[in-house]
């Protein structure tokens, strides 16, 4: 019985940095978490623990930051795309690479009506992502948000599901819908104006949710994906990842109340969740793992 080396690859995970541009007085600052991931010709690191072609994760750590000091970081699509060329041509016997970027969203505190020049806050959990995958010579941007936590106070059913002895749960034409959207796109092109089509997605995205009226989150979940990928043909697909946040109507009959729809209990788990793609048809399938080989 033969047995060798399956698919791996080796990096960093999340080095966070936060960059001051302080070449104004009116500061601006990016937060990222970045993580690299090398693949090529390691049989001999993982077979005898020959280090030749490893280049060790603490340089790659180190690459960022000084990547970060040599010039603005700009698109975190941008910055991913230049660590991961610069990963493929540095090493020998490293042929691909892996860059993911999650930005955290700053915004300037309010001082008298204008944002302050060197004062922030950190408005939520949401998060901009990107994904780049250097194959080679080919490169390959899947880009997202995650944890964007939305809800509709109406405009949501759910009934017509089938039904058999366990099932308790009451049909509803009126219901609160909420979820946190995590959301990746998967760009037919490297050449994409990558901060105005993120912001493009996003409104489109959350456009479609308030809109829809909703008989399920699956079919919210299509509306959206659809609505992006409508209006942006610079996308191949949309993946979404939707927990269904419950929110259940709180019984106050006890209190000689009625409960018209106004007071819910916001249940944290156990939830639904709710995955999907949204494709083109006329495009090929994603040339390249999606995710890193942890995921799916
Ligand atoms: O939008 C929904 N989709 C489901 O699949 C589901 N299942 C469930 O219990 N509630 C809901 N809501």
Redesign the pocket.
């Known amino acids: 019985m033969g047995i060798s080396m399956g698919p791996n690859q080796y990096g960093k995970a999340e080095v966070r940095i936060v960059t001051v541009d302080r070449s104004t007085p009116r500061h601006s600052i990016k937060d990222l978490n970045v993580s690299s991931a090398l693949r090529g010709d390691l049989d001999a690191v993982h077979l005898t623990g020959d280090n030749g072609n490893c280049l060790p994760t603490d340089t790659q750590k180190n690459t960022v930051y000084a990547f970060a000091k040599q010039e603005p970081i700009g698109e975190i699509e941008d910055f991913a795309l230049r660590l991961g060329k610069h990963f493929v041509s540095t090493a020998d016997g490293i042929t691909g690479a892996r860059i993911l970027i999650d930005e955290y969203n700053w915004q300037r505190i309010p001082v008298e009506g204008t944002g302050h020049d060197h004062s922030f806050s950190r408005a939520n959990d949401e998060k901009r992502t990107t994904a780049v995958t250097i194959d080679g010579d080919r490169a390959h941007v899947v880009s997202g948000m995650k944890d964007l936590v939305v809800l509709k106070s109406t405009g949501s059913e759910?009934w017509g599901?089938p039904k058999d002895q366990y099932t308790t749960?009451a049909e509803t034409n009126d219901r609160i819908l909420a979820t946190a959207v995590t959301a990746r796109w998967r760009y037919l092109s490297t050449d994409v104006d990558w901060g105005k089509s993120f912001e493009s997605i996003r409104a489109t995205m959350l456009e479609a949710f308030a809109t829809t009226h909703s008989l399920?989150?699956?079919q919210s979940l299509y509306e959206m994906g659809k609505a992006a990928l409508e209006k942006h043909p610079e996308l191949a697909e949309v993946r979404l990842s939707l927990p269904?946040k419950h929110h259940f109507l709180v019984d106050l009959s006890p209190f000689g109340l009625e409960n018209d729809n106004e007071v819910f209990f916001a249940a944290d788990r156990p939830y639904?969740l709710?995955e999907g793609t949204v494709r083109r048809d006329d495009v090929e399938d994603a040339p390249m793992a999606w995710y890193s080989l942890a995921e799916f």
Do not use: E, V
Request: glycine share 12%.
């Open positions: 759910f599901y749960l399920a989150l699956q269904n639904g709710i």
